[in-house]
């Protein structure tokens, strides 16, 4: 089993930064894929930024510019950092893990693994 723990997550004012981190335990070997996805209230669950077992990111249209995704996997970390955010950023946040083959990065069904979650709240 592998356990991912998000953290990071808080409440800001539209502009402002955030670094979410996910950190990923347990049976893990090797290189493997990881993702952010967020959800907002009443919405469903979307894809943030991913980055692949080769280092590969991908990062959605609504985000760019302004999110990084990395990874330290010497730490098995999963960071996004979040830049100029705006209000329609609030969401809960969520980490994913180690991906099956088939299906686009965005997927939320790609992941086996999944973090509790931690909130984002940005103020107008």
């Known amino acids: 089993q592998v356990q991912l723990v998000e953290s990071g997550g808080g409440s800001v004012q539209a502009g402002g930064s955030l670094r979410l981190s996910c950190a990923a335990s347990?049976?893990?070997?090797?290189?493997?894929?990881m993702g952010w996805f967020r959800q907002a209230p009443g919405k469903e669950r979307e894809g943030v930024a991913a980055i692949d077992r080769y280092g590969t990111t991908n990062v959605a249209v609504s985000v760019k510019g302004r999110f990084t995704i990395s990874k330290d996997s010497t730490k098995n970390t999963l960071y996004l950092q979040m830049n100029s955010l705006k209000p329609e950023d609030t969401a809960m946040y969520y980490c994913a893990a180690f991906c099956g083959s088939g299906g686009s990065w965005s997927e939320s069904r790609k992941y086996n693994y999944w973090g509790e979650g931690t909130r984002v709240t940005v103020s107008s």
């Open positions: 347990g049976k893990i070997y090797g290189s493997y894929c």
